[in-house]
């Protein structure tokens, strides 16, 4: 695991004036058209009004953030892209909506597409004329979307495809024009993928769901029956079908992370506000240390989920830059450099939306009984927070996904994982070092640690793979213990280095709350990667190899005391200042 510089990462403080005046654009749009609507909204009394909404966001060019110029989009680079997301994320149903139309309903057609196929669709995509929704599960295919069912036959002329299949969880399905429709042709082994528009007809469609949450966003099973689609409105190859689907699902990952951060800052925002006004025992709720435990975490949570995020964001965005440069086509180039940060994909959806829905949990609980009522802000934040853990793959397919994706690569000699492995197995043989880990210097002690952090990792999957070989992806509990080291390690490096960098910029003096925040983190972060990695260790290593192991661990998870409690004081009274 190689070393990463502070200056060579984005941190959200980079953002120019620019792109922070389209991010005002965005929060002007929810609190002037969405916010004063979430009932009607919700209700879905009025089917045209979620419509309206996403003409009015296409106004504003919303829709058209990740379309090219020549295509009457923003062509916007990739983390302005990210924090369209962000922000849009606090709209309830209506983030949804606008995420599924400009990221898997529009994406396929802009990296996949001919170029009579962009001309044709992307225009009306980026405007909001047409309405974009992506068909991918069926009722036996989820995670496992290559089993798909839906067939597709090719007239005997050759000039269309007739498309039979049943989709189901499709969002923006009531209201779409285009849909994004997964196919098998004959006997294929993988998909291939269609643009179909509604009006080809053979389509029809069940009522709206009834769900827990995002009630005003459009989820629908779609029926095709027969439906006739000219053989031109093939996306991509035969067969690329499944290819598309991973590839536009990875995008979809990391933009999810950006709206579960934005979500969570507004409900954190509004729980501050709520444990300053609400006053018990004569005093404001949010002088109460149990208050202040919560308000803590929130920010802290928040702040590794946004520092990773914006990372990875801007790393997807240099490679993709790399490539074109390189003599890559701009569509492969795009889609390579997502591919290349997958692992990272995953990775942040997973605790973004883990982020969001610690999040929205204490803020009805710092709400109390207010948080239960409908009249109340919480009760819809709760219930709209759940499904972020199943969106674009369940956050246990993700965490598998992540490590897997890193063995894979391993195995194929793309990342040297055994070597670096092996010398901490020949380091947990030598004596260790007793010293101290607070070294002065400015988070010298946490950079030490973090270090530690990577060969318990290196250690505990290295070990792993030794044991069990290829058998190691059938043990999943022991692939989710080292998914959860891994997020750990990746987001507290992304703290580390985010917070290392503001001292850089405005003096350590001025960062005391980011400071404080990575502090606590990583040490928290330590005692759960220590726990992961000893159930682990305990599932696949016995005896005097299991010992040595553990005795390694501790040497890797070694920290000082910290006095937590006085440290989220210290937070809670930097965000108040």
Same mark, same amino acid.
């Given at each position: 695991m190689s070393q990463t510089l502070p200056d060579q990462v984005f941190i959200p403080e980079d953002f120019s004036e620019e792109q922070k005046m389209i991010g005002n654009t965005c929060e002007e749009f929810l609190e002037k058209e969405i916010f004063p609507k979430l009932d009607a909204i919700d209700s879905q009394a009025d089917p045209q009004l979620m419509p309206s909404l996403m003409d009015k966001a296409g106004e504003l060019g919303l829709l058209g953030t990740s379309v090219p110029a020549e295509y009457d989009g923003f062509g916007m680079d990739f983390n302005t892209s990210m924090l369209v997301a962000e922000v849009i994320g606090a709209g309830h149903?209506?983030?949804?909506?606008?995420?599924?139309?400009?990221?898997?309903?529009?994406?396929p057609i802009a990296y996949y597409g001919n170029a009579e196929q962009k001309s044709k669709y992307l225009p009306k995509l980026a405007s909001g004329e047409w309405k974009a929704s992506y068909c991918l599960t069926e009722p036996d295919s989820g995670s496992d979307a290559n089993s798909g069912k839906t067939k597709a036959v090719l007239s005997a002329d050759g000039k269309q495809y007739l498309v039979t299949g049943q989709k189901m969880w499709i969002t923006n399905g009531g209201f779409a024009d285009i849909f994004i429709v997964f196919a098998k042709i004959e006997q294929d082994k993988n998909l291939t993928a269609f643009i179909i528009e509604k009006s080809f007809g053979?389509?029809?469609?069940?009522?709206?769901?009834h769900k827990m949450g995002i009630k005003g966003s459009s989820t629908r099973q779609i029926f095709f029956n027969d439906c006739p689609v000219p053989a031109e409105n093939m996306l991509s190859a035969r067969e690329n079908g499944f290819k598309i689907a991973v590839n536009i699902l990875n995008i979809g990952r990391i933009k999810l992370a950006a709206a579960a951060i934005g979500a969570s800052k507004r409900v954190a925002k509004m729980s501050r506000q709520y444990a300053g006004e609400r006053k018990q025992f004569g005093v404001a709720i949010g002088t109460f240390g149990a208050i202040q435990f919560k308000l803590a975490e929130q920010f802290i949570r928040i702040f590794a989920s946004e520092s990773a995020t914006y990372r990875a964001g801007q790393d997807i965005e240099d490679k993709q830059n790399e490539l074109l440069s390189a003599g890559m086509d701009e569509n492969q180039s795009k889609l390579k450099g997502v591919e290349q940060y997958a692992i990272e994909c995953a990775i942040l959806k997973v605790h973004a939306s883990e982020t969001l829905d610690y999040v929205t949990d204490e803020?009805?609980?710092?709400?109390?009984?207010?948080?239960?009522?409908? @009249?109340?802000?919480?009760? /819809?934040?709760?219930? @709209?927070?759940?499904?972020? /853990?199943?969106f674009e793959g369940t956050n246990e397919i993700n965490r598998l996904l992540a490590v897997g994706t890193l063995l894979k690569r391993a195995m194929k000699g793309e990342i040297d994982l055994i070597g670096p492995a092996m010398k901490v197995q020949q380091e947990i043989m030598s004596i260790p070092d007793f010293g101290s880990s607070s070294e002065e210097g400015f988070l010298v002690a946490e950079t030490k640690k973090l270090g530690g952090l990577k060969k318990a990792f290196l250690m505990v999957s290295g070990a792993a793979v030794q044991k069990l070989m290829t058998r190691i992806e059938e043990e999943q509990e022991i692939m989710m213990f080292l998914s959860d080291i891994l997020i750990e390690i990746y987001v507290s490096e992304s703290m580390l280095l985010r917070t290392q960098k503001l001292a850089t910029l405005r003096g350590e003096e001025a960062v005391k709350l980011e400071t404080n925040a990575t502090v606590l983190y990583l040490h928290l972060a330590t005692e759960k990667i220590a726990f992961s990695a000893r159930q682990a260790l305990q599932s696949f290593a016995t005896g005097d190899e299991l010992k040595m192991m553990l005795m390694g661990l501790k040497r890797f998870t070694k920290q000082d005391p910290l006095n937590v409690t006085q440290i989220r004081r210290e937070i809670v009274k930097g965000l108040a200042d």
């Open positions: 149903s209506f983030a949804v909506a606008l995420s599924a139309h400009t990221g898997i309903g529009t994406l053979g389509i029809t469609m069940n009522e709206e769901e803020g009805v609980q710092i709400y109390g009984g207010m948080g239960y009522s409908a @009249d109340a802000p919480m009760e /819809r934040a709760y219930r @709209d927070s759940r499904i972020n /853990r199943i």
